[in-house]
């Protein structure tokens, strides 16, 4: 994929609330959305396996960075005979290699200790009395997000299993994982916060999804069949009354008040690449809860969505192959976004483990593109802006995404003439619309200022550039 950028910004004045207008055009980005489940092309790898250790089964299998490490974390790991351990890690040594990855401890019978392990109220609760047989999981389909170097955070899901097997989800918790700087093999600690941060009957925030975007913490947790979103600064990951919730407009304090993102999503990971170009940026890799072994793609320009899901590809095990695949998640750092390429991992179950593959997608010859910034337009003007783009866009062959962080809309299309059309169309449609307004708020304004002629002026220079 290579990227050409008009060199500067078009200086409009210091008058005009919309200050630039950039064009420029991409060339080789995947295609959204993806013709068919048969449009990606996926070379199985193999599970993921130290060649030199023992071989165990187990599931989840996502990865995550820490300290300029990169560690898969994996849940209920099978140790042969020495037992389970409800979730490990293994380091990869070269990120060339996805498939090597290797553990750092195992005790003399072969067993791994978990990252995340039982306190001790919670070995002294296993010992009583009719408690026989029973274990507790700490399950990190979230994955860990790192807040600063070395550091990170993990929000967990605590579940009780009887000996019978019945398991019972009790809530999500949240532990800081750390990196060992005097330890040159990558070994991690765990501390554990106390109590839970969200009980059972709410949304499980952090257990779907998490990442950071510059001073802030996203998570995503389901409830129920729904998915909902969360964020907190990155510095008060454990303090709850930092937390704030999606309610479809804005963020809010109130957590009843969230409304769901997704739905029908089982696992999956949100994550920010360059794949489908430059006006999608968030892109969600995951499995929904109907065990079809398909895996299913998203993208959004926006990190709240919406979410347009699509199936990318049917998911196949090696030693089951005739069971649904689960646990689907991507490693960006796996693979190259700009070939469009991406390393993908799903889970095939016992005897199986954590499959790796390399999927490629089908490529757009070339997306042309048209940023307009509104950093110094009012939120009105801005909000109109919006809304006849959506109109025009969605009426013809170019796409259209606001942003936030700068404010502002992107156009793209791989039909330049649409693209230069639809910023006509835009031009001419907004001077009709906003001349009332424009005439009845004049008092309020610089002389001789006029907001349709200001639009028409910057979008017809834009489109003739």
Known sequence: MSIFKSPKKQNLGAQIPIDAIQQGFIDGCAKWPPESPTAAHVEVLGYVDAPDQDCYSRDIGRSFHLAGRTYYIFGDTFCNDAGISSNTV??????????????????????????????SDEVKYLKYPGNEGKRYAFWCFGGVVEVTPGIGWTWYQKHLFSSGGQGELIGVGIARISHDKDDSTGRLSCARMPGLMFEQHQPLFGSFSTLVEGDTVYLWGQKGTDVFLARVPKENCQQLHRYTFWNGREYVDQMHMAVPV???????????????????PWVLIGVTRWADSMVMVSAASRIEGPWDVRPLFQARGIKTPDTYQYCAYPHPWGANAQDNQLLVSWCD??????????????????????????????????????????????????????????RSLRLWSTDERALRSGLNMIRLRMVSANKEEAEKTQEDRPRGYSFSGFLAKVLGRGCTE
């Open 90 to 119: 293994q380091v990869v040594p070269d990120r060339s290699r996805p498939k090597d990855a290797y553990y750092l401890d195992k005790d003399s019978n072969g067993r791994v200790p978990p990252l995340i392990d039982m306190n």
């Open 262 to 280: 997704l739905r029908d999503f089982q696992q999956g990971q949100i994550f920010k690449s360059e794949l489908f170009g430059p006006g999608l």
């Open 349 to 406: 179950h016992w005897p199986g483990g954590v499959i790796l593959a390399n999927v490629r997608l089908d490529s757009h010859p070339r997306t042309h593109w048209a940023t307009i910034a509104l950093d110094s337009c009012t939120e009105q003007a801005a909000h109109s802006v919006a809304n006849r783009a959506t109109e025009i866009c969605h009426a013809g062959d170019v796409q259209y995404a606001e942003f936030s962080n700068p």
